[in-house]
């Protein structure tokens, strides 16, 4: 009887037992179990290198932490050099958890801080697939931003209260310096944050916080913790707001993903890098759930990252974003484009002399054999022909000579650019909160599809921006396909002016000779979303065929004064077959009207009929 009791029950419990048992048998891989523990404050580089060679033994393996705190520093760390999109070309990279040539691995740092000494990038991702990475907050004790509450302003000074503890600094030769844990470097930079909303100071952006040569101050130390900057500045922050002051370079990313594919991020807080926050560059398929790009409220802080939130360079597969929040960032939440290259001379029938033009965006491997390959008419920005790639060979950091399978097309000149469209993605970005961050909100430059819906966004700029580039900043990529849909823009979008910022939705790529019947952007639908201006420019567009605008509810603000130039609720430059229909304006919204350029009445669609004053320049 036993016998068949002890039989019955076994699969019973088999099937009751958690499977993270069965998993944590054979394929889980314990940090504990390699001697970290913790809380210790130990140096926790080389035990992980250890515990993920251990990983490398196991079918599916689970790197698993003990929740706690777990320090990194430099020493140990796996240096590497690798030029990562933009980002300062400072080599090599300090790796402190370098996840290389894995098919499959799991970390699970179960809700753990993990605090960064000195100038490291916290994870890296590289030649890899099915990785995934979740449960874990990235800090430094001594970040790589600092902040000061501002005391007192007159006419000749400005006095500065720094916790010297978070953010030691020193005084050398009249001007500031921050130090830290191996690095020192100069305040370049600030924003005002004001005190109790956590918002950037309206109509300050980047010019905006102490005036034009504010530069030239000299600083002296008038107590442990206060500072007295020495000029007579044509604008001075409000007594009891923050200034986030910027001084590190921009060397590294929190996480960076490069020749890899099918990632994974999820429960991730990212209190603070010196660079970009999430960069993913010549990789596939993205998939970042609950990625919270935020200040650290424990300690007080206004600032999140040195830079955008999530950047995507040349990736292609599908890209999803959602339930994810930024704020506090010194620059754009997530930004997706390609990289424009210059034809620099045409060495033969079918071979070209090419360079990366942006000094932040230097020494990848821009294309290999098989790649399809766009040739761009720097002129009007229009892609001329297409080819396919024989042979990439780099001559060295800036410069590389690429080969077609067949002879390039007539008509294609040095100056124009290359743009690779094997490598560009579709990209969905959903549930997710844009709030007050130093520049835009979600920048997007890519032919793949994309959708954005169900957002909230509170941007300093404009909370979309659609580019395309291929003389300045050389990110390129027209856009194909994009839906907008059931945001909800608040009031403080575009409350201060920085580059690109038209409107709230801004389509504005550079594009030296625009002609209508030659569009470089096509078929983008705004529609079902929820907006509240307090200012004139809801959308800005230039150079679209296909662009629909419909059933939004624009509902007036007054928290804010309307300072903004562009003084037209639509404003559109160079469009054709464009429609502006059932929309409700709710409240005394200003504008009410459309501003066309280069383009004439027969190009738009306006419904009701005369809803709107049109204007034709």
């Known amino acids: 009887m036993k016998k068949i009791i002890a039989c019955i029950l076994a699969p019973l419990l088999i099937v009751l037992l958690p499977t993270a048992l069965f998993a944590a048998a054979g394929d889980t891989v314990f940090v504990k179990s390699f001697g970290l523990m913790p ?24 790197l698993f932490f003990e929740k706690g705190r777990y320090d990194f520093w430099p020493q140990y760390s796996i240096e590497k050099e690798y030029f990562e999109s933009n980002t300062t070309e400072i080599n090599p990279k300090r790796c402190p958890i370098w996840i290389y040539g894995f098919n499959n691995l799991t970390i699970d740092a179960n809700g753990s801080d993990f605090i960064y000494h000195d100038r490291v990038q916290p994870f890296t991702i590289d030649q890899s697939q099915d990785i995934t990475i979740k449960n874990v907050q990235i800090d430094w004790d001594i970040p790589l931003t600092a902040q000061a509450s501002v005391k007192d302003t007159s006419t000749h000074y400005i006095d500065l209260q720094i916790d010297s503890t978070a953010y030691p600094f020193i005084i050398e030769k009249g001007k500031l310096f ?96 010196a660079g970009l926050g999430i960069l993913a560059q010549y990789s596939e398929n993205l998939d970042y759930s609950n990625i919270q790009v ?28 959602d339930h994810c929040s930024f704020t506090g960032l010194m620059d754009d939440p997530i930004n997706v484009h390609g990289t424009a290259v210059q034809i620099i001379e045409k060495k033969s029938a079918t071979e070209l002399l090419c360079r990366f033009m942006h000094e932040q965006s230097i020494g990848m491997v821009w294309a290999q054999a098989g790649d399809t390959v766009g040739f761009i ?14 042979s990439f060979t ?19 000149a040095v100056k124009d650019a290359l743009e690779n469209i094997s490598w560009t993605p579709h990209i969905t970005i959903r549930n997710s909160v844009f709030g007050v961050n130093r520049a835009r909100g979600i920048l997007i430059s890519t032919p793949g599809r994309v ?40 009031d403080a979008c575009l409350t201060s002016m920085y580059q690109f910022c038209e409107a709230i939705i801004s389509i504005d790529p550079e594009i030296p000779v625009i002609d209508k019947n030659t569009p470089f952007h096509r078929n983008i639908v705004i529609t079902n979303n929820q907006f509240n201006p ?26 804010f004064t309307p300072f903004h130039p562009n003084k037209n609720m639509f404003s559109l430059l160079a469009c054709k077959k464009v429609t502006i229909a059932n929309n409700q304006l709710n409240g005394n919204v200003l504008g009410k009207n459309i501003l066309l350029q280069k383009m004439t009445i027969k190009d738009i669609s306006i419904q009701p009929a005369k809803s709107l004053a049109v204007e034709q320049r």
């Open 39 to 62: 809380n210790t404050r130990e140096n926790a580089v080389k035990i992980i290198q250890t515990a993920l060679d251990s990983c490398r033994t196991k079918k599916n393996p689970i």
């Open 377 to 390: 008419n720097h002129t009007s920005m229009q892609t001329k022909t297409y080819g396919i790639v024989a």
């Open 451 to 490: 959708i954005v819906e169900d957002n909230i966004f509170e941007s300093s700029g404009s909370a979309i921006l659609i580019a395309g580039d291929a003389n300045q900043w050389f990110e390129t990529g027209a856009v194909k396909d994009v839906l907008i849909q059931r945001n909800v823009f608040k």
């Open 394 to 412: 780099a001559l060295n950091t800036t410069d590389f000579i690429i080969r077609f399978i067949e002879n390039i097309a007539d008509g294609i």
């Open 178 to 273: 921050f130090t830290g844990e191996g690095w020192k470097s100069q305040w370049w930079g600030c924003m005002e944050f004001e005190k109790s909303s956590h918002m950037i100071a309206p109509q300050t952006g980047d010019d905006g916080v102490l005036g034009n040569k504010w530069e030239q101050y000299t600083a002296i130390q008038l107590s442990a913790n206060t500072i007295r900057l020495n000029y007579n500045f044509t604008r001075k922050p409000a007594i009891g707001n923050i200034l986030v002051m910027r001084h590190n370079e921009r060397d590294h990313a929190g996480i960076f993903i490069t020749q890899s594919k099918n990632i994974r991020l999820a429960n991730i807080y990212l209190f603070q890098t």
């Open 294 to 321: 935020v200040p650290n409220a424990a300690k007080g802080r206004y600032f999140s990252g040195h830079d955008d939130g999530c950047h995507f360079s040349n990736c292609k597969g599908q890209i999803l974003i």
């Open 534 to 559: 307090y200012d004139y420019p809801v959308l800005y567009a230039k150079s679209v065929e296909g662009l629909t605008f419909s059933n939004n509810t624009i509902t007036r603000s007054n928290r």
